[in-house]
């Protein structure tokens, strides 16, 4: 068969055109999992209501801006992509699925890498760039849009389209303290499940207002968004089940 193959290109050479070579597929990578392998608890719709003012849409313009320039994809086994420098910075984390991927020192090198050695399917990529390697939330720059692999095994860009509805349980929670993504928690930030909502989605919240993804958390999977109220504000939620739309 072999033969046959190499038989019929040569007669397309010879009579004028060239054969294509056949499109490679993608491998077939494994399914994304959650992060957290424990038990999650069944989380009924109970009810509630929000904090009576709609939260604005956060702002995280004064920030070192995302990396830009992303491109690769398949290499071999692993998932590998550069990316430009963002002046001022002096590191950057890689991100999937909201779990840390890679952090990368920028020592003057022409050319920025990241990979990732266990991929999985449809995983979605981001980074961003610090301006000082201390990790400290001022020091943490803009998250990039999220980045997937094609069917043609390279990377590129992809988004939740803007008015996307996406019925959901939304629960709240009134932590303190640094985001997983690393922003300061606070009214407009909310976890999300990572494979399915990608940080920096900004979406509406029936009686929350505006929210702006940036966690993740043990019990937050699948169709369940947590979104951040103030103290007895957060219990007064309750479980609602919602049509979130992203803006």
């Excluded at 397309?12 to 957290?36: E, K, L, R």
């Excluded at 985001?179 to 999300?192: E, H, I, K, M, P």
């Amino acid at each position: 068969m072999r033969s046959s193959v190499l038989l019929a290109a040569a007669l397309m050479i010879i009579s004028g055109t060239v054969a294509a070579a056949p499109a490679m597929a993608a491998p077939a990578y494994p399914a994304c999992q959650h992060f957290y392998t424990g038990p999650i608890p069944d989380r009924p719709v109970t009810g509630g209501h929000g904090p009576g003012t709609l939260v604005p849409p956060v702002n995280v313009s004064g920030r070192l801006p995302a990396p830009s320039g992303v491109s690769g994809g398949i290499s071999g086994s692993t998932v590998t992509f550069t990316f430009k420098r963002v002046a001022g910075a002096v590191a950057y984390r890689a991100f999937r699925n909201g779990q840390a991927l890679q952090w990368i020192s920028d020592w003057g090198q022409p050319t920025l890498t990241v990979t990732d050695s266990n991929p999985c399917q449809n995983a979605n990529y981001q980074l961003y760039a610090m301006s000082d390697a201390s990790g400290s939330e001022p020091s943490i720059g803009q998250i990039s849009t999220s980045y997937r692999v094609g069917t043609d095994g390279k990377l590129a860009p992809w988004s939740l389209p803007k008015g996307t509805v996406l019925n959901y349980r939304v629960t709240s929670y009134n932590d303190t303290g640094q985001t997983a993504l690393g922003y300061l928690a606070g009214s407009g930030f909310c976890a999300v499940d990572a494979r399915n909502i990608p940080w920096g989605t900004r979406f509406a919240v029936p009686g929350y207002g505006n929210c702006y993804a940036a966690d993740i958390g043990s019990w937050i999977k699948d169709d369940i968004v947590d979104v951040w109220l103030p103290g007895n504000q957060a219990d007064n939620w309750g479980i609602q089940r919602l049509n979130l739309v992203v803006s």
